[in-house]
């Protein structure tokens, strides 16, 4: 089993920056696909982007396009999400996700972001 471990979410102020973290129990070059999810109240979980480990090419939902950026550090294993102008409306527990083909999705813990108006 793969384990993932999110870190860096906190407390903001509307208008700042966070950067999230993704740890991963082995290689990224080896998960496929990374991704970030969030699940904001009332709403289901949903794609917030993800990135190619091979490629390095990204997606991006729409409200994600201009404010946060997906990245990958192979020699540390991690994955971020560099979120910045963040709202009130970006609240919500953040999870991290592994794509490996042929083996079940894999999730990480989530880890609550909460900006202040």
């Known amino acids: 089993q793969v384990q993932l471990v999110e870190s860096g979410g906190g407390l903001v102020q509307a208008g700042g920056s966070l950067r999230l973290s993704c740890v991963a129990s082995?290689?990224?070059?080896?998960?496929?696909?990374m991704g970030w999810y969030r699940q904001v109240p009332g709403a289901q979980r949903e794609l917030v982007a993800n990135i190619h480990t091979t490629y390095g090419s990204t997606h991006y939902e729409d409200f994600a396009k201009d404010r946060f950026t997906i990245s990958i550090d192979n020699g540390k294993n991690v994955v971020y999400l560099q979120m910045s102008s963040l709202q009130p409306e970006d609240t919500g527990v953040y999870y991290c996700k592994a794509v490996k083909l042929g083996s079940p999705v894999y999730w990480g813990q989530g880890i609550q972001v909460t900006v202040s108006s």
């Open positions: 082995t290689s990224i070059s080896s998960l496929n696909v």
